[in-house]
């Protein structure tokens, strides 16, 4: 019954003495005034260093933004092209870069190889788009309801702006906000996470070689319970794009009152799919596996509800159990392995525990649970199924950002949008069935930020906004134009026209 596995062997880049990395603050490679580093461990590999990198502290952000602050009025000054320009430059070099960069992301996060060289590309795709999507936002005349005057709206920088990443898409993430940042004319302050804090350094070093002048982009590693809040809390940052947990993103909220900073916060997500009577169920199936166990189950957007029609509960569950137990897991370099292991210690603990606490909640395993043998070399958790789950239980209501999946059954389409709706949070979700009525419904009433019909759940496209609802975001969502929108003050302005005879 187990899942196929491949040994993840340490390649001797795993065992040479770690390369030292400084942050990126001011154009300048700076050490943190602790003095002290941290380790970026392979998950592939327990207790491995793959690099280190600087632990700042509250000063070493504050200069950071310091930095940021005396760099914004040129950067605010140049043309947008020339901003275009600069960002397009910076996508040429993650292009160029794409293997070395998702071999950085492979190693420091357990995704894959090629799940890896797919995050490369789709920050590119998102870059350009962003890019391109600039030259047609601008402000706007407006008909004024008194006479003898024009107004009009226009579009500034924020200013200072801060930005905060998770650890599961670090490359895509940041450039879904930096390159919108940057390209309406704001300086940046970036915190990657402290799981992949070597794609945020190694993009640091893209932007300092396309050209951006020294500040307009700062890059500070270290805990986000310490700098994190250096952060939040400096009132010379105007706003904070932020992506990560729930429990995170309502204390920045709380903190960023104080100075009225505004937010972008895109947080969890318990997403829902929908299996109805009448779907395709291979169509399903492949969705299932795509965005339930996609890097090991840690998308935002990852299926963690399965809702089953009791007409094909058994069937599906039979064909979910047999495609889990061939899923190929081992060490995330090696181009055939389709699973990798989850981010790091922490992360597995959580998920183990997630499995451990739906035992013991009565769900049913069908499959999967942590991984033996070889594979507890590393953070490994097998495609991991509980059947017969309950909305009391933990693991229907509990984001566990893992590769577990919750079944439930249903007996029809109420019951099933109202599983779904069964949440705190409402970030993805979606529905398979032929059916146009039961699709129109579902898009009517499900209560999330993103809907699809017949596609997984993790699918996703720069043109359409992104962002959850309830408790899985806040503020205005990413891409789109909302995406420029975030990074821009609006200033209405009235001009007077001469009067007549003069
Ligand atoms: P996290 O623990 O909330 O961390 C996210 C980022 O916030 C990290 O850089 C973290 O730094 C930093 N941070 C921690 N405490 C902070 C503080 N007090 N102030 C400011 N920053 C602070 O989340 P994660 O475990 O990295 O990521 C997984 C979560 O992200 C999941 O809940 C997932 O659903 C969510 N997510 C959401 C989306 C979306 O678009 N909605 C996309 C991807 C992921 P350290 O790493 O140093 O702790
Ligand atoms: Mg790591």
């Known amino acids: 019954m187990n899942a196929s596995v491949r040994k993840a062997a340490p390649p001797a880049t795993e065992t040479a003495a770690p390369e030292v990395f400084r942050n990126w603050v001011g154009g300048q490679w700076r050490e943190a005034g602790s003095g002290l580093t941290f380790d970026d461990e392979n998950p592939a590999h327990r207790n491995s260093a793959i690099a280190r990198f600087q632990a700042s502290e509250p000063v070493d952000m504050r200069a950071a933004v310091e930095a ?8 605010r000054g140049t043309a947008l092209g020339e901003r275009q320009t600069t960002c397009a430059r910076l996508l040429d070099l993650l292009k160029a870069e ?14 894959t190889i090629r799940e890896a060289r797919a995050e490369v590309d789709s920050a590119l795709i998102e870059g ?9 936002f601008g402000g706007h005349t407006l008909p004024i309801s ?8 226009q579009y500034h920088p924020v200013g200072v702006v801060g930005i905060v990443s998770p650890w599961n898409y670090p490359v895509n993430v940041m450039c879904r906000k930096a390159i919108p ?28 070689r396309a050209g951006l002048p020294p500040g307009v982009f700062n890059c500070v590693t270290g805990a986000g319970s310490s700098v994190g809040d250096a952060l939040v809390d400096d009132a010379r940052v105007r706003a904070i794009s932020f992506t990560g947990s729930t429990a995170v993103g309502k204390r920045i909220q709380q903190r960023a009152a104080a100075n009225l900073t505004r937010t972008q916060l895109e947080l969890g997500g318990k997403n829902a799919l929908i299996v109805m009577d009448d779907a395709d169920l291979e169509a399903a199936l492949t969705a299932v596996m795509t965005a339930g166990f996609g890097c090991a189950g840690q998308w935002c957007t990852a299926t963690s509800r399965l809702l089953l029609h009791d007409a094909v509960h058994d069937r599906f569950l039979d064909m979910l159990a047999r495609r889990c137990e061939r899923l190929v897991l081992g060490d995330p370099l090696d181009e055939h392995t389709e699973m990798g292991p989850v981010a790091g210690f922490r992360q597995f603990e959580g998920v183990a525990q997630a499995i451990a606490t739906a035992e013991r909640e009565g769900a ?11 594979l507890a070399e590393g953070y490994f958790v097998r495609p991991t199924v509980f059947a017969g789950v309950t909305p009391d239980m933990a693991i229907f209501r509990d984001e566990i950002f893992g590769p577990v999946l919750a079944v439930v059954r249903f007996r029809d389409l109420d019951e099933a949008l109202a599983l779904a709706n069964r949440s705190v949070y409402g970030l993805s979700s979606g529905i398979f069935t032929q059916r146009l ?20 759940t993790g699918f996703k496209d720069p043109s359409l906004p992104f962002g959850g609802w309830k408790e899985s975001g806040y503020g205005p969502p990413e891409n789109a134009r909302q995406g420029l929108e975030f990074f821009v003050e609006a200033k209405s302005v009235y001009l007077k026209h001469a009067p007549r005879g003069r």
């Open 68 to 75: 940021a602050a005396a760099a914004l009025p040129a950067w």
């Open 98 to 111: 794409r293997e070395n960069l998702a071999t950085i992301v492979c190693r420091e996060n357990g995704k």
């Open 128 to 136: 350009r788009h962003h890019v391109n999507q600039a030259s047609a």
């Open 146 to 153: 008194a006479t003898g005057m024009t107004g009009w709206v």
């Open 181 to 208: 940042a940057l390209l309406m004319g704001n300086a940046v302050v970036f915190k990657p996470a402290s799981y992949t804090p070597w794609s945020g350094i190694f993009m640091a070093a893209l932007t300092a």
């Open 364 to 374: 049913r395993k069908v499959t999967g649970g942590v991984a033996e043998g070889a």
């Open 437 to 456: 009525d039961a699709s129109l419904r579902y898009i009517a009433e499900i209560e999330a930020g993103v809907a699809h019909v017949n596609m997984h």
